[in-house]
């Protein structure tokens, strides 16, 4: 984990200066001079947003992050437009955790500050009205519940005749009760009413007995309170990570205190939010993308006035002002979608643990596969190392079995040992996962007669072909990495035949095939195709439920869900990931496969794993059956540490992207000359200018320079230095660049 640093801004609170000097969301790494507007308002300006002109004849919102004395500013001054806070909006610890990410980062830090905002702060709004809603009935309505008619007015009548209920409670429990709300209303049988928010339960709900490992866990981290402590909980999947969570959360609670659960993934969050809001008695807030902007804008606010208690959120959450902080924690940490791949390119993981140090709160992170990076940290001692080993309750760990589909006939992928073993898992009563990481009905739509397949006419080049997928049951063809869309050719393009044939099975085919052999069974795919809608992941394994059936799906479904019912998991292609040049290929995929056996046997009912592959004797799936995940660990570690690649050393990604490829070429030669002169031979090593593993994507060429150090100041020393030129050179107006400290994808 990085050092944290005080920010660089400077103030003068006691003398009123008259240069305000603005971070704006533009691509600059620069601050504008303004001079403060007419009515400059009470207070420090340093934190507020200010709406001010920009261009010719625009305006942009961005952040006051210092002021200054008239003769330090330069040329003709514009006025700021409008002060649009009273009080600073950013301010303390995470206005100072901010300014640390632009440097970590090398991004503008206007940029950083409209990232951390959601949308309608971002663009001016005021912070929204977060007081807490319920309803009560009236004193007629008490009087005229007992003689209401069926319907759902009476139902939310009799829900209310108990006493008053929040929204949120409501919205949980009671369906289509705001129109029976307005129909009580207007009869004047029940009121809204404000309610004070509510900071900590009366009555915690009550939960199982922790076992010894759980105990001696939750025990750290109750000792940690107070100060900051990375603890890593390295505990084997279904060992019962979240009850140390929630015990951890409820002393958080207890004390008054603010606590923050990042997850990986939208999907996660109801059941999560579910399991927390019995067990600790209190709304729980969620925050990620799926919800409404003004959600999202009011979700910040409540957790800005400390009326936000619990906060439940994926990557963007890691922003959210705790002006009571007591806890943060990090479920699934290895996971992704943790990182940022686009705009301003920060890990959430990392970012907690910088924010953790500033807040003097411990952070814990979760995890039945710890990335490299956390495990390195743990042996070294940076990180109190909590171990979970056995299943929480009468989980026992699932068997697993290697499938060896070599010269087996196979039906959409699926081998004739593994449809008989989902057949008898189905008889038993029992529900399976067969899981295949393509989305789609097919990888590659290939022309029998002559060879020829589709490729996506804007990511291929004469030497690299991307393959179009096949969707809608071999009627469309779609890239995956630009999203051009074509209907399939009737005939094909090259030889005029009719021998067009979808090759490979993606989850929409697999589902066809399952459907076909056992029509009889309830099947439900879940990927992003059918995951689209809000809510969707939530609603489809609802319905899902207890009763036998079969789960086709992707990734999503390896991310800490609990499917009680189910006894069998089969891992339909796992070879793609085997042969990857990709140095995180095989820690990806030995995650990957842990985390998706692990859904296997989380009750009482003992649970099987069937993994399908060409390949048998691979080491990386011996080291797994073998030793399981820390065994591959135990092996990894010192291959990456040969090979100098991280987490031994330390790794930054130049990235120039351009309809030609020689303007990208030109950027980063010019970018490897700034950097070496910036940095001593021995200090860095350069890698590059190289065409990026996938050199063309949506039209544009790309190529990549990659920068190694064994230590880390080194690495941003010499961006440090480089930087300027680069922002200062004709070449950067040419090409599309950017620049990645830390790349977890070097795609």
């Known amino acids: 984990m990085p050092e944290a640093a005080a920010p660089t801004c400077t103030a003068a609170p006691d003398a009123p200066a008259a240069v ?13 001079d303004y001079r403060p507007p007419e009515a400059p308002g009470q207070g420090d300006p340093v934190g507020c947003r200010v709406r001010v002109p920009f261009g010719r004849g625009g305006e942009k919102v961005g952040v006051v992050v210092a002021t200054a004395a008239p ?77 209401m008619r069926e319907g759902r007015p009476r139902r939310l009548a009799h829900h209310l005749a108990g006493g008053r209920i929040d929204e949120d409670r409501l919205d949980q429990t009671v369906e289509g009760w705001r129109s029976a709300a307005r129909s009580l209303s207007g009869r004047g049988l029940a009121e809204r009413v404000e309610l004070p928010p509510v900071r900590r339960a009366a009555e915690p709900g009550a939960g199982p007995t922790p076992n010894a490992g759980q105990q001696a866990a939750i025990d750290a981290v109750l000792s940690s309170h107070g100060t900051f402590q990375p603890l890593l909980l390295d505990g084997v999947t279904g060992s019962g990570k979240t009850e140390v969570y929630l015990h951890a959360i409820a002393d958080c609670l207890a004390r008054g205190r603010q606590a923050l659960v990042l997850v990986p993934e939208i999907g996660l969050t109801p059941q999560t939010l579910g399991r927390f809001r019995d067990r600790l008695g209190i709304p729980v807030h969620a925050l990620h993308s799926g919800l409404p902007d003004g959600e999202r804008a009011r979700v910040w606010a409540a957790a800005a006035r400390g009326e936000a208690r619990v906060v439940v959120g994926t ?33 959430a993981r990392d970012f907690a643990l910088v924010r953790g140090k500033a807040l003097d709160v411990p952070v814990v992170l979760g995890s039945a596969t710890p990335s490299l990076e956390s495990l390195r940290n743990a042996r070294s001692g940076r990180y109190v190392h909590l171990r979970l080993r056995e299943r929480a309750g009468a989980a026992r760990p ?9 010269k087996r006939p196979l039906d959409a992928g699926l081998s004739p040992e593994l449809l008989t073993a989902i057949e ?19 990888p590659v739509l290939l022309c029998h007669d002559c060879g020829w397949n589709a490729q996506c006419p804007r990511c291929s080049t004469a030497l690299h072909g991307t393959p179009m997928t096949v969707h809608a049951g071999g009627r469309r063809l779609q890239c995956h990495h630009c999203g051009h869309r074509q209907r399939v050719p009737d005939a094909c393009p090259d030889c005029g035949g009719l021998g067009l044939q979808p090759q490979g099975a993606g989850t929409e085919r697999i589902e066809d095939a399952l459907r076909a052999r056992f029509p009889d069974t309830r099947i439900f795919r879940v990927d992003r195709g059918s995951t689209q809608r809000r809510d969707a992941m939530e609603t489809l394994l609802a319905e899902f439920g207890r009763e036998p ?25 796992i070879d793609e990931g085997l042969f990857s040049a990709d140095f995180r290929a095989p820690e990806k995929l030995a995650q990957l496969l842990i985390q998706v056996a692990g859904r296997a046997g989380r009750a009482d009912r003992p649970g099987e794993v069937l993994l399908q592959t060409h390949h048998p004797g691979h ?5 797994l059956l073998g030793g399981g995940y820390p065994a591959f660990a135990e092996a990894e570690l010192p291959q990456r540490e040969a090979a100098g690649f991280p987490p031994a050393t330390h790794m930054a990604m130049l990235r120039a992207e351009a309809k030609q490829v020689e303007a990208a070429e030109s950027f980063l030669h010019l970018a490897r000359e700034a950097l070496a002169h910036a940095a001593p031979r021995a200090a860095l090593e350069l890698n590059g200018p190289l065409p990026a593993p996938m050199p063309r994507r949506a039209g544009y060429q790309r190529m990549q320079l990659l920068l190694t150090a064994a230590d880390r100041r080194d690495l ?30 070097l795609y």
């Open 71 to 147: 003769d330090e500013a330069s040329g003709a001054l514009k006025t700021v437009s409008d002060r649009l806070d009273g009080p600073p909006l950013l301010q303390g610890e995470l206005l100072a955790s901010l300014h640390w990410l632009a440097r970590y980062t090398h991004a503008p830090l206007g940029e950083v500050l409209a990232t951390a905002l959601p949308g309608p702060l971002r663009h001016g709004e005021p912070l929204p009205d977060t007081r807490v809603w319920g309803w009560q009935l009236t004193e007629a309505g008490r009087t005229a519940c007992a003689g």
């Open 424 to 442: 008898r898992a189905l008889a038993d009563g029992g529900q399976v996962l067969v899981f295949k990481n393509r989305r789609g009905y097919a």
């Open 398 to 406: 699932p068997r697993v079995r290697v499938v060896d589909v070599r």
């Open 315 to 347: 990557r963007s959450a890691v922003f959210l002002p705790l002006p009571e902080p007591g806890l943060i924690v990090v479920d699934e940490e290895h996971d992704g979608s943790f990182k940022q791949l686009d705009g301003i390119r920060y890990h």
């Open 549 to 573: 059936g079969i789960l086709v799906g992707t990734q999503m479904l390896a991310k800490g869900h609990d499917l009680a019912g189910l006894t069998l998991v089969a891992v339909v292609g």
């Open 716 to 745: 941003h020393a010499a961006l440090d230095a480089a930087l300027p030129t680069l922002y200062a050179s004709p070449e950067a107006r040419r090409v599309r660049w950017s620049l990645d400290v830390d790349p977890v994808d």
């Open 619 to 623: 080491p990386l799936l011996e080291t």
């Open 20 to 32: 305000w000097r603005v971070a704006l969301p533009v691509p600059l790494p620069q601050l504008f």
